[in-house]
């Protein structure tokens, strides 16, 4: 048992990265997964060259869908928009690093969801939005 | 069958060829029979032996193996009627499930007698399949929908019922027992004020025909509808009952075949109960795989399984707060007034990350809301983890629940 959620996981989960909330966010948007009660909310504030400067999530669920979110914004801090567009399943995949069983893949996913969601206005989002 | 004087669960693990498989090495531990059983041999040889050896419809081939299916099936149905203790089987509607049987309700006596301004009283502690049909009829009909709550201790608030009872409501509908917390409710006494004030009373017996005797004409129902996959039955087998006289009175559900006696082009006299009620080829296999299931039950006895689950939800109760600290449990902490079913949260584990790392271990528990949201919000929990119990759970799969949610708990524990 042990064995399945890295101490990373538990890490993220127990004390998240960019947990909060933005003063003055450019976008924000709100995701849940109504089966299982997992939620989060993104806030992002972007500048005018199209860069994400700041990224704060709130949130309640799981440690798969926290820890997630946790590392998703970790990763697109500072990061332009145009490189934001390449993220996809795999990456919250292989950031989170464990087995994710066919039931819990909606936890893993609420976060990039979210944030296509907070985006899809401004992204023409490259890696493909359903099951990939 | 011998008869047992007591249930032996460990015993009767072999009459179920799941337990044969192994899961990461260890046998099974089902905790998740709320949600639907374990099915025993005697049940998936009745349904094969009917696709293999006689598989004709029901009601129509004038040949052997015809009145063969049609013997089997209409068995079934009286086997569920005796199960139930309904004097008539004419009184057994078949159908898919309890969801069915609540919609068929809904629509063919809910839409005829429920009118504007009308009162339906349901419960906070309702599966959805409870409240959605009643949502749905009262929506189209601009009628009332009342809700009676239930305690910090999960028992229905009976002054409150008592209250909503003043309204003179048309229909009650309430569940025998709560999938969500357990708790069993006093039914008896429930039906006799619902009358007291001219209601009909439907009762939700999906949990309570598998697990406790169940007597409809003891119960003083009007309506009465169950699974049959959650009592050891396949997937697509259940029962509706409804007293004679209000299912000669109620108008159709589906129309089809089957269900006619006189077919013209402008209009249709229909069949007699149960038939009225039963449009286009019914699951045989199903209804003939649930008919084994309750001689299955009947041979246990049902006072064994309650006694034996009885058992289970109080040793439950002793040991898993004294060997999980964090653990916070849902619902009545007597033994005598809860089902198998313990329903539970843990200070800094969410119901699926305990539901995920217990399957490593081999261990089947439900986590969500188990179709019960408002009675979620009421608990005042997002999503809750539960295990539940039936004929082959022992002490063991409680101690290696007990041992794992430790574990789980150490995990998760702030540092």
């Known amino acids: ?55 704060a999530f709130t949130g309640r669920g799981c440690a798969i869908s926290q820890a997630s979110a946790s590392m998703l914004t970790d990763e697109i801090k500072g990061k332009p928009l145009s490189e934001i567009a390449t993220l ?28 296509r969601s907070a985006l899809s206005d401004r992204v023409a989002w490259q890696g493909k939005t359903d099951e990939e | ?25 260890r046998r099974l531990a089902y905790l998740d029979s709320a949600a639907t059983s374990l099915k025993p041999r005697v049940v998936t040889e009745a349904v094969t032996g009917y696709l293999n050896n006689y598989s004709a419809n029901v009601h129509r081939g004038i040949y052997e193996i015809g009145e063969e299916a049609t013997a089997a099936y209409e068995g079934a149905r009286s086997k569920i009627a005796a199960f139930i203790g309904a004097t008539d089987p004419r009184e057994i509607i078949m159908v898919r499930n ?20 009308d009162t339906i009283v349901t419960t906070e502690m309702e599966h959805h399949s409870n409240i959605i049909p009643w ?38 509908s309430f ?20 009358h007291e004030v001219g209601a009909l009373v439907l009762v939700d017996g999906a949990q309570a025909v598998p697990h406790q005797p169940v007597n409809v004409q003891e119960m003083d129902c009007d309506f009465f509808v169950f699974s049959g996959h959650k009592a050891l039955g396949p997937p697509g087998s259940g029962a509706l009952w409804a007293r004679r006289e209000i299912l000669e009175a109620m108008p159709p559900f589906m129309g089809g075949g089957e ?19 039963e449009a286009g080829t019914p699951d045989v296999s199903a209804a003939i795989g649930l008919g084994a299931a309750l001689d299955y039950l009947s041979g246990l006895g049902m006072e064994h399984v309650r006694a034996h689950e009885r058992e289970l939800v109080a040793y439950a109760l002793e040991v898993l707060p004294e060997r999980v600290k964090s653990i916070r449990i849902h619902g009545p902490l007597s033994a005598s007034d809860r089902a198998g079913v313990i329903t539970f949260n843990l200070a800094d584990a969410h119901p699926h990350d305990v539901a995920t790392l217990l399957d490593r271990e081999a261990i089947a528990v439900r986590a969500g809301h188990h179709c019960t949201m408002p009675l979620h919000q009421r608990l005042g929990e997002e999503a809750s983890a539960r295990a539940s119990f039936y004929v082959y759970t022992d002490r063991d799969d409680i101690d290696r629940l007990a041992e794992a949610l430790n574990k789980v708990e150490r995990l998760f524990a702030k540092n």
């Open chain 2, 135 to 172: 949502q749905l009829l009262t929506q189209e009909k601009d009628a009332d929908l009342e809700f009676v709550s239930f305690d910090e201790h999960g028992y229905i608030n009976q002054d409150s019922y008592e209250v909503l009872l003043r309204t003179k409501p048309k229909l009650v």
């Open chain 1, 88 to 115: 996809g399943r795999q990456d919250v995949l292989d950031n989170l690093g464990i087995e994710i069983s066919p039931a819990r893949m909606k936890c893993a996913m609420l976060s990039l969801e979210t944030l």
């Open chain 2, 98 to 117: 309890a969801t069915e049987a609540i919609n068929l309700v809904a629509y063919a006596w809910g839409r005829h007698n429920i009118k504007q301004a």
């Open chain 2, 1 to 25: 069958m011998a008869i047992v004087r007591s249930l032996d669960p460990v015993a009767l693990r072999a009459d179920f060829a799941i337990f044969e498989r192994e899961f990461r090495g």
């Open chain 2, 259 to 277: 269900m006619i006696r006189e077919v013209h082009l402008r209009h249709t006299t229909f069949n007699e109960v149960p038939y009225k009620f």
């Open chain 1, 1 to 55: 048992m042990d064995d399945l959620y890295r101490d990373e996981i538990l890490e993220h989960y127990r004390n998240p990265h960019n947990f909060g909330t933005l003063e003055t966010p450019t976008t924000a948007k709100e995701g849940a997964n109504p089966l299982c009660g997992d939620r989060i909310t993104l806030m992002l504030a972007i500048n005018d060259d199209g860069t994400v400067e700041d990224v």
């Open chain 2, 175 to 194: 569940t025998a027992v709560s999938n969500g917390i357990g708790t069993i409710n006093p039914v008896r006494e429930m039906v006799a004020k619902a």
